[in-house]
């Protein structure tokens, strides 16, 4: 079974940076495209940034220049560097996993909040 641990949320002031890590276990992490969403309170999941199984990336505008996704695929783990913060980036952040066969895996979340 596959299974999807994100971690590195925490509660940090405006202007401050945090490194959110997805760990994907098994053998499909290589071959998946991967991808970060946020869910604030009372709003909709949305897509924040994702990374092909050949690095090419996406950002939603509201993040651009300020947030920066990697991945490293030896140790199946996807990071997505977060800076210069602000109140509105609070949000349960997820990692979802799209296998080559178009198979959907996706973690717990973890909570990042931005509040002085």
């Known amino acids: 079974q596959v299974q999807v641990v994100e971690s590195g949320g925490d509660l940090v002031q405006p202007g401050g940076s945090l490194r959110l890590s997805c760990t994907v276990s098994?053998?499909?992490?290589?071959?998946?495209?991967m991808s970060w969403h946020r869910q604030a309170p009372g709003k909709k999941r949305e897509l924040v940034a994702s990374?092909?199984?050949?690095?090419?990336?996406y950002y939603v505008d509201s993040v651009k220049g300020r947030f920066t996704i990697s991945r490293e695929n030896t140790k199946n783990t996807v990071y997505l560097q977060m800076t210069s913060l602000k109140p509105e980036d609070t949000a349960v952040y997820h990692c979802?996993?799209?296998?080559?066969?178009?198979?959907?895996?996706w973690g717990q979340g973890t909570q990042v909040t931005v509040s002085s």
């Open positions: 979802k996993v799209v296998t080559w066969a178009g198979i959907n895996y």
């Open positions: 098994g053998s499909i992490f290589s071959g998946s495209a």
């Open positions: 990374i092909t199984r050949g690095g090419s990336t």
